[in-house]
């Protein structure tokens, strides 16, 4: 168990629709980041956030936003979702802002 | 724009093999290298990371990494696997912009 929790595990919508992940970092990680992970795109950066600060953007779409709350757990909006955005969604987490230590057992989004 | 290539998408080995992952990166400037494993159905874990010191990087479970400047390259080593390595392995490499970029990642199929 890496410590970082993300909820939910699953999840199905349909393509126009709008959900949030949830994702609570190791205890005491106040960085905090997002990942994709699709068969064709691979493991891509999404955003990182540190002690409630955006950090560093990747290649988040402009329907995708997040933003991490003062108890430190992040949350990733995903909307007017499109088929393509299926893949499994990554969380990790580490202590300071040199890179992902502790990563959750991801969230898998099914977009139909 | 930084990159990550790894060469061998896929990679069949017997038990008590010697083991060699390559990674070869491109950024001009400082890097912190990275190397995450995925096992089957789970999340990935940090296997070793390197930012600055000894250019040879001992990590968890036997692995080992070299990072060469010169070469752009921070391989992964192990001296004898085990059917228990049969994972995905990740490269990532951390460059100034605090984004952290990974490679397509190897399949590493040990057999029994």
């Known amino acids: 168990d890496s410590g970082v929790t993300q909820t939910p595990k699953h999840l199905i919508t349909a393509t126009g629709q709008r959900v949030t992940l949830r994702c609570s970092p190791r205890?005491?990680?106040?960085?905090v980041y997002w990942y994709q992970q699709s068969l064709d795109q691979g493991l891509q950066f999404l955003i990182q956030y540190y002690n409630g600060e955006e950090r560093a953007k990747g290649n988040i779409l402009e329907r995708f936003s997040a933003q991490q709350f003062p108890d430190l757990h992040s949350e990733l909006n995903l909307s007017s979702l499109e088929l393509g955005d299926s893949a499994l969604y990554f969380c990790a987490s580490s202590a300071s802002r040199g890179g992902p230590a502790f990563f959750g057992q991801g969230t898998r989004l099914t977009v139909v | 724009a930084q990159s990550v290539s790894q060469h061998n998408h896929h990679v069949i080995l017997s038990e008590a093999a010697s083991l060699e992952l390559g990674c070869n990166y491109s950024y001009g400037g400082t890097v912190n290298l990275f190397w995450y494993v995925q096992y089957p159905g789970q999340h990935l874990q940090l296997l070793l990371k390197y930012f600055s010191g000894d250019p040879l990087v001992k990590g968890i479970k036997g692995f080992e990494a070299e990072f060469i400047k010169s070469k752009f390259s921070f391989n992964l080593r192990k001296p004898s696997v085990q059917w228990s390595d049969t994972a995905e392995y990740f490269c990532a490499v951390l460059g100034g912009d605090d984004k952290i970029i990974f490679g397509k990642g190897t399949r590493l199929h040990i057999l029994p």
């Open positions: 205890s005491g990680d106040l960085s």
